[in-house]
């Protein structure tokens, strides 16, 4: 089969640029309003896209009072899309840190039951101190604690999935058997973080169990999606950093005995798009001269953990002295490793960098007509930086009307992206196998005694 590209739809607020909430094209509705969501991933499944996405913060963030958020809880949200939509993919963030493992293998075995197979769940080690505010805790855990947290928390919600064969379900009225006991499994899991008993009080779910994206590009988050990641989320911010993420990763993947094609790289893509370059040119500098550049000196304060950036003029060229090392920080790691690697090959103004970061918080930001995105994009495709890629539209749902207008039928024309939907799941869409079952009776018993912590 010819080689295709992916592309999912990330959905936030009324689009990814920091201006777009003020912008006349963007949706009218509140963000609280669930007409919006479905509106807008209805356009998506028109558009043939793979998936939606859902972010989640745990917190509110400092510069609420001129940055709105999608407020509305990305899990039951998903239920709601599910019942409006039919082939698209519906992907969810929802935390390691601060969610019981079985809370999220109930919930995203409901959605994906509910759904016909199409849930994924975006993985994330939560770092935001307002989130440990929230949750009871005495101050956020370490870069490290996080993963060694979520490492055991894999394995305690694969177990979770897999504690019902797919054939335990009977429900034979004639007999009176609804289930075979001998067909549901202990979990049992005795670990430092969690105390799980099981088996899931849920049968086994359509896809076996959701599709895992990972997003963490730091070297430990890396590791992590090596081992678990079927579709991982990057921030990157020119082609050659790109294609360096993509090689790397998929050779981690293969350090872990799984095979490449079995882990789908999609980097964040913003683009600013008009019907000619000159709309798209224009819909920039509309976009430009809403943004505030104090908003955005403090979303860069929160990228470097609360890191005081007020003594740095707007207009003097930035140097990575002016930056934690990113080494240092405790959050979003991978996302100031990005950041710090553009200011040192092009020494932006802290001006220029906000304005940059305004589009899309340091993912790919372009503007031009739909023929240079779709070039870009096939660019990108052939020269080994992505399998596909987020879509991170600036203006909802705009630019995302544009661009399933007037960029996918380029991309199928050019035989670079799909013409129908492949299958009814998401694993279909993203050509990725059902998980066979990994949990057995022995591995229970292994379990019980301790053996996997």
Known sequence: MTRTMHLNLFIHGRGHHEAAWRHPAS?????????????VARKAEAGLFDSIFLADSLGVGEDVANAPRAWLEPVTTLAALA?????IGLIATCSTTYTEPFNLARQFASIDHIS?????????????????GNYGGAGPLSHAERYERAEEYMRVV???????SDDAVLDDRASGQYARFDGLRMVNHHGPHYQVAGPLNMPRSPQGRPVFVQAGSSETG???AARYAEAVFTAQMEKATARDFYTDLKRLVVEEGRSPEQVLILPGLSPIIGSTEAEAQRLARELDDLSDPEVGRKRLSGRFGGHDFSHLPLDKPLSP?????????EAARSRTEVIVGLVRREKPTLRQLLSYMAGARGHYVTTGSPERIADLMEDWFRDGAADGFNLMPPVL?????????EVVPL??????FRTEYRGDTLRAQYGLPRPDLHFSAEAAERLSQGAST
């Open 27 to 39: 949706s009218p509705l509140p963000l609280t309003d669930i007409r919006y969501f479905t509106e």
């Open 83 to 87: 019942m409006a939509t039919s082939r």
């Open 116 to 132: 016909g197979g199409r849930v994924g769940w975006n993985i994330v080690t939560t770092w935001l101190a307002t989130a440990s």
């Open 158 to 164: 694969t177990a979770l999935w897999d504690s019902w």
């Open 222 to 224: 890396r590791r992590f």
């Open 321 to 329: 002295e002016d930056f934690p090392d990113p080494a240092s920080v």
């Open 397 to 405: 749902p705009a630019t995302l009307d544009v661009f399933i207008a």
């Open 411 to 416: 991309l199928q024309r050019r035989g670079l």
